[in-house]
């Protein structure tokens, strides 16, 4: 109880004597009042409830800002919300793109909690789906392919995996055992991509982009939240790396797509029921990507657009650095295993918090995975290593029938410098053929069996186990050439996001 002090007497908190028309009663609620209000303000910026206020945000320069959700909105799952996540201080944060991504029960157990500990930890809402319904981490992993028509699934060998894995009274690796998981996941993977998109819509009908990837996808946030937000969603866009099948084209799944609102609208929202309708065509086909691209063509009368190299199927040490590819900023990467995507996440944040610093950041380009990945490990030559070059071949067409592939790939004969002419002899003739040439025609070589390949990119790599009865594979890299053109290509004057038709 809070006393009014005699004349004389000091207050215990500084109150000075009240008018009568103040009681007791309801100074004690006034002051109970503003300290629960207090402390509703410390807990709330303590918890990150307001972080917006003074939390890095990503400003839109283009279609899409949007102020991050209040943590819960659309919670993928037990984390704190990116925006009071110390590990994505200064990372972008809008409520806007959604990122859809595929795995297989199979592999889910492998390939997620990487996904989840790195990459996704700064991505605010996303979706997982899988061919089982699973949890992970306390994650819901949605079964793709629950709403299958029957007519497609009865009697169908693709399905093998798919029952098998739902009748598993153990593990699913454990049940696996008993039949080929990596040859049946890929034939029960084409079913999914229509089902996901259908699916999608129905948990989160009110994104501008939805952002399809593999679970071994690596997305650069940062750059695609920059990039996003230059366009407009409310055109039909289906953006991706074009691959071909029968002259149709269609976005790399792998190296992800990306649909816009309007796209997913008009695929989705316009024909319910959509995914079963492509069941049967799914049957005869390959890939789940390409009925992905028929269905989208079918209904919503919209084609892939070419944006590679920015969305991209290949990986630091596959990706080709040179003319041209070195001022793009790149979006995804595919085929990444559960350390490669930590060390990049670890290259990632690194290179985004020195951005910050010098107050003029900038996407991170292929130039920068470059002088990361390969500068460092440069060198003349490399045994039982393969650096991809394939771009022209040298052989001796007397010592055996080469196949077509290496044969439309050669010179004529009159073309030959006299290096280029014994450059199939050995690695040692390789390389001073590729010398021999300007920076335009080889800056890289591989030999192996008798044939010289050089290539106009450089690129790191992968190493190669020895064949029995077969020398080994040698590669090398013309370091004096490639080391004065990077130099004198040090500063990117004109970042080359891709352009859209429209």
């Known amino acids: 109880m809070i006393k009014t002090p005699r004349p004389g007497q000091a207050s215990l908190f500084c109150i000075p004597p009240l008018p009568r028309m103040f009681t007791r009663k309801s100074i004690t609620i006034a002051l109970c009042a503003t300290i629960s209000l207090l402390l509703l303000l410390a807990t709330s910026r303590r918890l990150g409830g307001w972080a917006a206020i003074d939390e890095p945000l990503y400003q839109s320069d283009g279609y899409g800002h949007h102020r991050p959700p209040p943590p819960g909105h659309h919670s993928p799952g037990p984390r704190p919300h990116p925006s009071t996540n110390p590990d994505c201080a200064g990372y972008p944060i809008p409520d806007n793109i959604l990122v859809i991504m595929k795995t297989g029960a199979s592999e889910s157990f492998n390939r997620v909690p990487t996904q989840l500990l790195t990459v996704l930890r700064c991505v605010p809402d996303f979706l997982i ?9 306390g994650y819901q992993v949605y079964d793709s392919l629950s709403n299958v028509s029957a007519e497609a699934m009865e009697g169908n060998s693709d399905f093998d995996l798919y029952r098998r894995q739902k009748a598993c009274p153990v593990d699913v690796e454990g049940c696996n055992k ?9 034939n029960l993977d084409k079913y999914k991509n229509v089902h996901m998109a259908e699916q999608t819509y129905k948990l989160r009908p009110d994104y501008d982009w939805y952002v399809f990837v593999d679970a071994d996808t690596y997305v650069l946030w940062p750059n695609l939240v920059q990039w996003l937000g230059k366009l407009n969603p409310n055109k039909k866009h289906y953006l991706g790396s074009v691959t071909l099948i029968q002259d ?18 008009a695929l989705v929202g316009e024909n319910p029921g959509v995914g079963q309708k492509y069941d049967l065509r799914a049957k005869r086909e390959c890939c789940g990507d390409y009925v992905f691209a028929l269905a989208l063509k079918d209904n919503a009368d919209v084609s892939v657009e070419q944006m590679w190299p920015t969305i991209n199927g290949e990986k630091p040490a596959t990706l080709p650095f040179g003319p041209w590819h070195w001022c793009h900023p790149i979006v995804t990467m595919h085929h990444m295993n ?3 995507i930590n060390t990049f996440w670890e290259f990632e944040r690194r290179f985004r918090r020195e951005q910050l610093a010098s107050g003029n950041p900038r996407p991170l380009l292929i130039k920068d995975i470059y002088h990361e990945y390969l500068e460092p490990k440069l060198k003349r030559e490399q045994l039982d290593w393969d650096n991809k070059s394939d771009d022209r071949f040298y052989v001796d067409l007397a010592a055996k029938t080469w196949d077509e592939g290496t044969l439309h790939r050669m010179k004529k004969p009159e ?5 280029e002419k014994v450059a199939h002899r050995s690695a040692s003739d390789c390389e001073a053929a590729c010398k021999s040439l300007g920076p335009d025609d080889c800056v890289q070589y591989k030999y192996e069996n008798g044939k010289c390949a050089m290539h106009k990119s450089f690129i790191l790599g992968k190493p190669v186990p020895k064949k029995e009865g077969e020398k080994q594979t040698i590669s090398g890299w013309d370091v004096e050439k490639i080391k004065e053109w990077t130099e004198k290509e040090k500063v990117c004057n004109k970042i080359q996001w891709p352009k859209l038709a429209s």
Do not use: C, R, T
Not at 179 to 184: D, F, I, K, L, V
Not at 248 to 265: D, E, L, P, R
């Open 248 to 265: 149709f084209s269609f976005g790399h799944g792998g190296s992800g797509y990306i649909v816009s609102k309007a796209s997913m609208k």
């Open 129 to 137: 789906f899988s061919d089982m319904e699973q949890k992970i981490g």
């Open 338 to 340: 559960s350390e490669e």
């Open 415 to 419: 073309e030959y410098n006299e290096l």
């Open 178 to 186: 008993q039949g080929n998981p990596a040859s049946e996941g890929w």
